[in-house]
């Protein structure tokens, strides 16, 4: 039977090899020929480019194209932490890549996938910093450097962000309601699956019409484990992979 998983905010990294051994046992064992695997963003916890030759990014591009060769089909959006990842890499992987909303059924119902920093609203200094680096004359700017220079200028914005993080009230950088049922009505679907906040649970909102619509946020993943969210055609819910 053909399924669909759902995972995101892996943020691998050469630092986090546990969690890139994991995310490798996982795509040889977990998905079979012809499932569907969406990567709902921050796949890496940074990634500098499509021309990166380090040792993550070639062990990702390994193991993702060999689960394409096998038959997967291999669906990514991009995250806050790789809003540079982009053709090459997904031809290279065998993938398509996503726009920030991308609405296909799951579990019989129309769904929207998201990674879900757009819905945090509330964070009006986050939402600007996101619009410059996705900015395409930025991006292009930014990819002409060498490698090693984008090293030191990721490591020294990723530094920067975990210092403004840290003095941030936490409701701030969660989802806004209002903005949720925005998205929901704007893509007329009563079902949504996002991650990025990293406060898996299941959430009801209701929309304008009065009906009810179901928001699923997915969990990042952890050096030992990690749950994945497995759509058989009927059913969504979670499963656990354990390290091999």
Known sequence: MTKQWFISDLHLAIERPHTLTLFEHFLSEFPDPGDRLFILGDLFDVWIGDDDDAELAKRVRTALRAASDRGVNLFIQRGNRDPVMGRRL??????????????????????????????????????????????????????????????????????????????????????????????????????????????????EHRLPDGTVATRLVLPEWHEAHATVWMDDGKTLAPLRVDAA
């Open 90 to 203: 997904m031809r290279e992987c065998g993938a398509k890549l996503l726009g920030d909303c991308f609405v296909t059924a799951v579990a019989g119902q129309q769904t929207l996938l998201m990674h879900g920093d757009l819905l945090c609203t509330d964070d009006v200094e986050y939402q600007k910093a996101r619009r410059r680096f996705r900015n395409p004359f930025f991006q292009w700017f930014m990819l002409r450097k060498p490698l090693q220079e984008r090293r030191r200028i990721v490591a020294g914005y990723r530094r920067r962000s975990r210092e403004v993080t840290a003095l941030k009230p936490a409701d701030i950088m969660d989802v806004n309601a209002d903005t949720i049922v925005r998205y929901l009505d704007k893509y007329r679907v009563k079902q949504l699956i996002h991650g990025h906040t990293h406060r898996p649970a299941r959430h």
